[in-house]
């Protein structure tokens, strides 16, 4: 197991991802509410007392707070950083008046409170576009290669071969879609549509529930359908690659390696790792015949089950095929994941709800500074993973329509197309103030969750 970061790059972490990304959402707020000639009298990164900040020429403080756990804009006519109306405004010149957030029109205020979510929205979709055009995505046929012990995919029917094609009616594309839907739904019975022989069966198949361990030693429970899915076939080749220099190729299907016949890929670096320096027998079956070549092996790092880099045999060989989309299809894909988060965000909620997972699942502040040192001693590209899903979270809560978020406000103006004027001020305040309380009364909980898992305090 991988030791966690030290106290110092995990506050370091900490502050890289959210004071950017609370950054970014104000920032959505007071450009939009710039471009409808909203005053801003004060932007401040944190809440609580001042620590620094300076003013601009058109009279906006921007400052830097002492309690780093969010942050606001201020416009012009808002009682206070929760944007309630200021009373007082009916005082105000109409030069001032004019300036001012609630005097704006209907769709315009929606729009400025709106920005700042949909600037996270817009954040996490760059960074997944990103990844996608520079790294591409790995696409492996969803077919059955082979079964784990107790399987409960192989218990209910399913066999070697099958393709699977939608899970609960979502429609699977490739390898990587099954774990990605499936991990969400330990112990829940899912129907799995398969092509089989030219016909489409479906089977319901009762998920595994696992408890998955990282190299930090966090744990998770996961649904596991029990199935390698991966075919042994050579996908493309990567650095110095051996087993092409060698004589194999795009398409090849490994039926065994060293005499030992291979199911799923997964197989082919387990029976490779150890034999760093040899030349082994790799058959493959290339056009309907069997071909036999042998192959040297060569040398890589790898972590091992305790997370240390450690030298071993390699042939430089990927399954599937790399897909390099280009920019506009690297974005609707990002913007597809995007979505998908936000579904398993929704789905993790309601499993909650319904008991399915326990309260104690949830998150807060130090369970985030934990998960932002650990991606960051993982590198960049994790890091900046991570990020990403914060950014779609940061977006997601302050969508939900309590009074104090962008979501409450938004509801607060349904109300108002509605009834065809604004909520009285009296009552806009005290549904503020009530969801504030709601809010930090959800803060600490989250919190005493987050002390509860830390290693001082679990048994």
């Known amino acids: 197991m991988t030791g966690s970061p030290g106290l110092l790059t995990t506050i370091f972490a900490f502050l890289l991802v959210l004071g950017p990304l609370v950054l970014i959402h104000e920032l959505g707020h007071y450009l939009v509410g710039r471009l409808f000639g909203v005053k801003a009298d004060a932007f401040s990164i944190g809440f609580g007392k001042e620590i620094a900040g300076w003013t601009d020429r058109r009279g906006t403080r921007w400052k830097l707070s002492l309690l780093p756990l969010g942050g606001y804009v201020q416009f012009a006519g808002d009682m206070n950083p929760s944007s309630a109306p200021n009373p007082n405004d009916a005082r105000l010149s109409p030069e001032e008046r004019a300036q001012t957030f609630h005097s704006k029109p209907l769709w315009q205020r929606a729009l400025i409170v709106l920005a700042g979510p949909m600037t996270n929205l817009l954040l996490c979709v760059i960074i997944f576009a990103g990844f996608y055009a520079i790294y591409g995505r790995m696409i492996a046929d969803p077919e059955i290669s082979g079964f784990a012990d107790n399987s409960p995919a192989a218990q209910a029917g399913l066999r070697l071969g099958d393709r699977i094609v939608a899970i609960d009616g979502e429609k699977v594309e490739t390898a990587q879609d099954v774990p990605a839907i499936v991990l969400y739904y330990p112990g829940k019975t899912l129907n799995i549509a398969v092509e089989r022989d030219g016909q489409t069966i479906v089977r319901p198949v009762k998920a595994a529930s696992r408890e998955l ?247």
């Open 213 to 459: 361990t990282d190299q930090f030693g966090n744990k998770a429970r996961i649904g596991d359908l029990g199935v390698e899915l991966i075919p042994p076939m050579v996908g493309g080749f990567f650095g110095e690659s051996t087993a092409e220099k060698a004589g194999l190729k795009v398409g090849d299907r490994i039926v065994s390696v060293g005499g030992t016949s291979v199911d799923g890929f997964d197989d082919i670096p387990r029976l490779i790792r150890p034999n760093a320096g040899r030349t082994i027998d790799i058959a493959v079956r290339r056009d309907g015949r069997l071909i036999t070549v042998p192959v040297p092996i060569g040398q890589g790092k790898a972590p091992d089950e305790q997370g240390r880099l450690q030298s071993v045999g390699q042939i430089g060989v990927i399954p599937g095929r790399l897909d390099k989309p280009g920019v506009m299809r690297a974005i609707v894909l990002g913007f597809d994941q995007s979505m998908n988060a936000i579904g398993n965000i929704v789905t993790g909620l309601k499993q909650i709800v319904t008991g399915d997972r326990s309260v104690r699942e949830l998150g807060g502040p130090i369970k985030i500074a934990q998960y932002s040192g650990q991606s960051l001693s993982l590198g960049w590209a994790s890091f900046v993973e991570f990020v990403a899903f914060i950014s779609i979270n940061l977006a997601f809560i302050n969508l939900l329509p309590i009074p104090g978020l962008d979501g409450g406000h938004l509801a607060f103006y349904a109300a108002e197309l509605v009834r065809r004027r604004p909520l009285g001020v009296r009552s806009q305040e005290w549904a503020i103030r009530t969801g504030v309380v709601l809010v930090l009364a959800l803060m600490v909980f989250v919190t005493v969750n987050d002390l509860a898992s830390l290693p001082i305090f679990a048994r």
